[in-house]
């Protein structure tokens, strides 16, 4: 089976121009593919379902509740905590990229869902007050988060005594090779992402750790932490299926394919291409995937 050990992994994060892409800096890169995401929305959300209904039991969301949704793309997952905490509870659903904002304010509205508030707030300064809401929820984006111990801070700040902040994040690259295919074929064809370390904040795999994240959650006032993973997989039809998702969700896997000529990029896909083979399952492909679930009790 394919692996990335971390030091391939080090050459995975930034832009073509060998800048890393983190929340800190990145909201200008989330808004050029939010459009993507936005029309790959369903199929994002059916691949990590297991990991939006995770975060809905770990948080104890229910009825009346008012939850705060962190980094929350176009809001699939706080759609399901609107169904959970019904007419008299309420979502803020919230990104750092107002493009994505729309996008979860557009698919709230289709969904007739009059309990969703999305607004612009960087994780980083929540805009909200001390003990504001009950319950707090991150599908994949708190390791994006260039300081997470601030972060942490503030979610500690807005939840009230007893609330839960429930987060998921990206797991060790060997066993998330759906991500990580795609990345290594380019740095096999000579096209380097960038030099910063993704295992550094800020990083995608800066909290693939369940141990970090622990440590993390104490060090800023939560009681209870826990951390653990939860494996699935992502379905592909086939080959150009993966190109076209990983060219168009991915901004620095999108710039870097966009500064090659057509040869270049033939190199690239035909290395990719090698490389999908082993994940062939019923004429499609299957590319493993690992979250780390974290909860903790304020």
């Known amino acids: ?63 009346g509740a008012t939850v705060l949704e962190l980094a929350a793309g176009p809001g699939e997952t706080g759609f399901l905590a609107a169904d959970r905490v ?43 007050g001390d003990d504001a809401v009950d319950a707090v929820i991150c599908r994949l984006g708190m390791m994006l988060v260039a300081d997470p111990t601030r972060a942490f801070a503030e979610v500690r700040r807005v939840l009230r005594p007893g609330g839960r902040f429930a987060y998921t994040t990206i797991g060790v690259p060997d066993q998330n090779q759906w991500m990580g295919v795609m990345m290594w074929a380019l740095v096999e064809n000579g096209h380097q992402l960038g030099a910063e370390d993704p295992f550094a904040f800020g990083g995608p795999f800066s909290l693939a750790s369940p141990d970090r994240n622990v440590e993390l959650l104490l060090a800023a006032g939560f009681d209870d932490a826990q951390a653990d993973v939860l494996g699935g997989v992502f379905r592909f039809e086939s080959a150009d299926d993966y190109w076209n998702i990983q060219t168009t969700l991915a901004e620095p896997v999108r710039v870097a394919i966009e500064t090659m000529d057509d040869e270049q990029a033939a190199a690239v896909r035909s290395t990719l291409d090698q490389m999908l083979a082993p994940f062939g399952v019923d004429g499609g492909l299957a590319l493993p995937t690992q979250v780390v679930t974290s909860v903790a009790t304020a």
């Not at 994060?13 to 060998?18: E, F, V």
């Not at 990104?95 to 999305?118: C, I």
Request: glycine share 12%; proline share 4%.
């Open 1 to 63: 089976m394919w692996a990335m050990p971390r030091r391939r992994a080090m050459m995975l994060c930034g832009d073509a121009g060998g800048r890393g892409v983190t929340m800190s800096d990145a909201t200008g890169g989330w808004e050029q593919v939010a459009p993507a995401w936005e029309r790959n929305r369903e199929r994002v959300f059916e691949t990590f379902r297991s990991s939006s209904e995770w975060l809905l039991r770990a948080a104890e969301i229910g009825e």
């Open 86 to 128: 019904g007419p008299s509870g309420r979502v803020i659903s919230t990104d750092v990229a107002p493009t994505m904002v729309e996008a979860a304010r557009r698919g709230a509205e289709a969904r007739g869902l009059g309990n969703v508030e999305a607004v612009v707030m960087d994780a980083q300064k929540l805009d909200l």
